[in-house]
């Protein structure tokens, strides 16, 4: 089965390429272009991991990432920051919220690319464990 990205960006040329290199790689992608848009596509359909920038108008990426850790529902969807901020302070606050990976701007497409497969495969991991413990209980 497909995974099901959402890639939070408020540059729009941005946004389009990060997309169109992760539906290269077989995953269903959605993007947003502010937290609040974000918060309304989860809604719709729960993601298997969201892409996320900081710098947004409106609600930041630590916001939208903030309010994804106090929902139960949304708790524990993987979360990668890709943005411009590059300071030890910045990465120290994007892990405080619960972010899963912090990767700068410019960025290279492949170092995404293997920084979601393998966030992804350790989910799937911890489900197929989860699932023979319960199985198995």
């Not at 993007?31 to 993601?47: D, F, H, I, N, W």
């Not at 979360?79 to 700068?104: H, M, N, P, S």
Request: charged share 30%; aromatic share 4%; hydrophobic share 45%.
């Amino acid at each position: 089965m497909n995974k099901r990205l959402l890639v939070v960006d408020d540059e729009p040329k941005l946004l389009r390429a990060v997309a169109v290199d992760l539906q290269g790689e077989g995953y269903i992608v959605t993007t947003a272009r502010s937290g609040a848009e974000a918060l309304v596509a989860v809604a719709q359909k729960l993601p298997d991991l969201i892409v996320s920038d900081i710098r947004m108008p409106g609600m930041d990426g630590y916001e939208l990432a903030r309010r994804l850790r106090r929902n139960e529902s949304t708790a524990l969807i993987p979360i990668v920051f890709l943005t411009a901020k590059d300071q030890t302070k910045d990465r120290i606050e994007g892990f405080r919220t619960g972010v899963d990976a912090y990767l700068t701007k410019p960025f290279e497409p492949d170092e995404l690319l293997a920084v979601i497969a393998s966030i992804l495969q350790r989910v799937e991991r911890t489900h197929g464990q989860i699932a023979r413990l319960v199985g198995g209980a």
